[in-house]
C-alpha cells in the first residue's frame, strides 16, 4: 500500500478508512475536497460492503459511477465510484483500474442501484463487469458498433441515422464527410500559421 498525502479535516476520516480497508488499497489521496482511494479490483465489493457496513460512517448511498480512459497505459480503464455517507456529511471516491479484457467485479449486490451505472460504463467505454445481473448496452442502439467515450473512437462514428421519408422509417447509412480532413494549426484555421492573433506576440521571446 502507497501513502498518500493526506492533510487538513480529512486527516481522521482517511486514517479511518486505510485502517479498515487495509491491504485492498494501493494508493490513497486528497483532490476537490475528497478522500480518493485506489483499490485492487478484485477487493472491490468487499470494500464498497465494509464502507456502506461501517458504523463510525455508514456510506449507504451511492451517488456515480463511471469509466475513464488513459489508452497510454496498460490497465487503460478506471472505474470510479462515488460513495455518500448522510449522516457524516462527507464523500469517499473509490477507482479500480482494468483492461479492455479483464472484469471488474460488479457491486450491484451491495448496491442495487449501480445496475444501471455498469451498464453505462460498459456501453460507453466497454468495461467488461463480473456478476453483473443483466450487463447490456444502456444508450446506444442495437448493434452500435464500438465504444463512444473511448479516446481512439473517431469522433464523426462509423455510421449516421436518418429518417428516410420514402421508406418511412429510419435507416442507417456510413458517415460521409463533406470535406477532406483539414490540419489546424489551433491559431486560426482560416488565415493559416502566419496568422497571430491579438495578445499572442506577447509569448515571443
Known sequence: MADGIIAGPLEDFAAHAVAI?????????????????????ETIVSAVRELRDDPAYRFISIVDLCGADYPSRDERFEVVYHLLS??????????VRTDEASTVPSITSVFPGADW???EAY??????????????????????????LRKDFPVT?????????A?????YEPVRLAQEFRSFDFLSPWEGTDYILPGDEKAKP
Open 21 to 41: 480497508l487495509g491491504d485492498r488499497i494501493i494508493d490513497f489521496y486528497t483532490a476537490y475536497g475528497e478522500l480518493t482511494l485506489t483499490l485492487h479490483r
Open 167 to 171: 421508406r418511412k422509417r429510419v435507416v
Open 123 to 148: 456501453d460507453l467505454f466497454g468495461i467488461l463487469f463480473s456478476g453483473h445481473p443483466d450487463l447490456r448496452r444502456l444508450l446506444t442502439d442495437y448493434g452500435f458498433d464500438g465504444h463512444p
Open 86 to 95: 448522510p449522516t457524516k456529511n462527507l464523500r469517499i471516491r473509490l477507482k
Open 157 to 165: 462514428g462509423f455510421v449516421e441515422v436518418r429518417y428516410d421519408e
Open 117 to 119: 451505472y455498469e451498464r
